[in-house]
C-alpha cells in the first residue's frame, strides 16, 4: 500500500443523508417490519449513490454519509434519494457541502466533514439542504434554490448561508465533469479506507445508530475501539429487551492455559440452559462467542448484541477440581447484578451450570424451569463433548473433522449421550454442505447421525433441522424439508438454524423476499454469525440487491476470515456490481483453490482479459477435486453453453449443495432460456 505525506488536503463535496423519525417509525412498525423498511431503504440510497457516482464512505443505523466529485452530482443525488424513498412512507434529510478535507496518515477529518453534518441536521422532513458554497459552483447547472437564511452550525465558527435545493422531478445524471485531481484521487482512498469519526460524533447517538430490538447486526466482532476506526464495522446499537441476556465465552484461567474448551463448553452449556428460560431472550452462542479475547466495555457489547444483561466468567481447573467464576452485569449502566463462585469437583459441572443458570433467572426475575439435562454417563465422554464444540465452531475442514473425532469419542464412551449425536450429525451436514467429502457418502452420513440423535432425544431441534438440511440439499425433497423444519420452529422457535433453513427453502422455491425475512429472524437471533450473513449474499445476488450482498460478504468475513468459499461469493458480489478489480484482490484471500480459480475466470471475463478467463478456466478444469458448479459459472462466464450444461449435469450427480441456488444465478443468467435449463430445474424439483 502506497504510503501517503503526514499531511495532505483536497477539496471534496459530501452527502450526509438520514430518515427523518426513525425512533418513531421503528416504535410503531416493530422490530420485524422496521428492518425490512430500513434494508428497502438502503437499497434505494445505494441504487441512487451508484447512478450519481456517488462513493459510499459509512452506513449505520439509517444514516449515509458518501462523497461526490461534483457538487452538482451530490444534489441531484440527495433529491432522487428523497424521491425514491417516498413510497416507504418515510422521509429522508440531507445536506450537501463542499469543503476542504484533511488527510493525516489514515484518518480523513477537516471542518468541511463537520459542516456537511451540521446543515443535514438542520433540513426538514423531505429536504435537501445545501451550503452558500454549493450553491455557488451549480451556477448554470439548471438546479434551482430557496434561501434559508442565514443559520449558526453548532461547533463552525461564524454564520453560514444555506439553500433548499427545489424538486422538480427526475434527476438527470449530470454529464461528467471531467477526471479527478491527484488530491482528490487521494482523499477518495482515504475515505474508503477509514470511518470518519469525527463527523459521526458531531451528528451525535440518535444518527447512525439503530434503535432497533434485534435487529440483525452488521457489526463485526471486533474491538468497538478498533471498529471506529474501520469503514463498515460501526457497532450499530440495538435497544435491548428489559429481559434478554448474552453469555460471553468464560476465560481460562488455568494455570497452564490449556482449558479454553472446557471453559467455552461450560459457557454454551449455561447458555442452552438459560434458552429454555420462558420469557428470556438469548442471544445466539455464535455471536456471543466472537468477543472472545477482546476486552470491549461490556456497556459496548451489551449495545451491539442488543443485550440488556451480560454474563461472563472464568474457570481454573487443577486435576479433577475446578474453580468456576460466574457475574451477571446490566449492560445498560455496567453494574453488577449477581455473581458466584463455585469450587467444585470436575464431575460436577453440570451440577454448577445449573446453579449458575438458576442464579442468573433469579436476579433477573424470571421463571425458573426445572432444568431437564442428559447427564451423560462417563467423564471422559462430556469432554470429549466439550472438545467438539470447541474445535466445531472454526468453519474449515481441519475443525470440522476435528469435532466430527470428539463427538464421535463421546459417543464411543456414552452412546446414550444424545448431545454428542446431535452435534455429531451437525457437523456430518458441514462437511457435506462444503463438499469436504463426497455429497454421496456425506449426507446419508448426516441423516443417520440426525436419526440417531432423535432416538434418543425426539425433541433434538438441530436433529430436526439436520434432516430438513438433507432433505432439501440432497433429495430435493422440499415439501418434506419444509415439514421438518416447521416441526424444528414448532420445538425452537427462535433457533438459528431452523430459521435459516426455512429461509433456504422459500428462496429456493422462489419465495426470495420472504426468505429473507426469515433470514433476518436468524440474524437477530444470532446477528454476528458468519454463516447466516453469507446466506443471505446468496439470496441478495439472486435478487440483484447486489450491494446488500457484498455487506454481507464483508459482515461474515470480518467475523469468520477463513469462512471457506467466503471470499469467492464476496468476490461475485463485487463482480455483480461492476467492481472486477477489487474482486481479483479479494480473491487472493480465498484459500479453496477451485474457489479462488471460479472467482478469477469470473472476474477477468468482466474486465474483458479474455486470455487471461481462458487459462484460469483451463487451470480450473485440471483440479483433482473439481467443483462442477463452480465449473459450470466459469464455462457460463466465458461463453461456454454446452460445457457449462455439462458441468451442471455432473452437479446434479454429484449432489452438491450449491444447486438449491441455482435459480436467479446472476452467473448463470445466459442459460436461462435454454431448454436443458427447464428440464434441469425439473431434476431439482424446482419451479420453472
Known sequence: MKRRSANERAVVTVLFTDIVGSTEHAATLGDRRWKELLLQHHTLVREQLKRFGGHEIDTAGDGFLASFEAPER???????????????????????????????GEKVGGIGLHTGARVAGIAGPGEVLVSSTVKDLVAGSGLHFQDRGVHALKGIPGEWHLFLSEDTGDEPVPEDVGGRSQGTRRVAWAMGAVLVAGVLAYLGATKFRSPLSGMSSHSSPVSAVEAAGRVGTVPTSLTASPHSIAVLPFIDLSEKHDQEYFAEGMAEEILNLLAKTPNLQVIGRTSSFQFKGKPDDLRKIGAILGSAYILEGSVRRSGDHSRVT?????????????SETYDQKITDAIAVQDEIASGVARALQVEVLPPVRIRPQSNEAYD??????????QF?????????????????LDPSFAPAAERLALVLYGIAQWGFEPSDKAY??????????????????????????????????????ERETQFALSLGPNEPHALDEMGRILAATGKRDEGLRFLDAALAADPLNAGLHMVRLWICLRIGRFAEAEVGGRRALEIAPTYAYGHLYLAEALVAQGKSDAALAELQK????????????IAYQALQRRKDAMMALEQLRKDADPWFYGLAVASAAVGKTDEAFSWLEKSVQAKESDLIFIKGDPFLKSL??????AALLRKLNLPI
Open 326 to 338: 460466574a457475574q451477571l452485569i446490566d449492560s445498560r449502566d455496567g453494574t453488577h447484578r449477581w
Open 74 to 104: 451530490a444534489v441531484r443525488c440527495g433529491l432522487a434519494v428523497s424521491r425514491a424513498v417516498k413510497p416507504l412512507g418515510i422521509d429522508i434529510r440531507a445536506g450537501v457541502h463542499t469543503g476542504e478535507l484533511e488527510v493525516i
Open 384 to 393: 470429549h463433548f466439550l472438545r467438539g464444540l470447541h474445535f466445531g465452531d
Open 590 to 601: 480465498e484459500g479453496v483453490t477451485v474457489a479462488r480459480d471460479t472467482g478469477v475466470v
Open 396 to 412: 474449515d475442514e481441519r475443525g470440522f473433522g476435528a469435532a466430527r473425532a470428539e463427538f464421535q469419542q463421546a459417543l464411543n
Open 672 to 677: 436461462e432460456r435454454e431448454p436443458r435449463y
Open 444 to 481: 446419508p452420513e448426516a441423516r443417520a447421525a440426525a436419526k440417531r440423535a432423535l432416538e434418543l432425544d425426539p425433541k433434538s431441534v438441530i436433529s430436526h433441522v439436520v434432516l430438513a438440511y438433507v432433505e432439501s440439499e440432497y433429495d430435493w425433497n422440499w415439501l418434506a424439508a
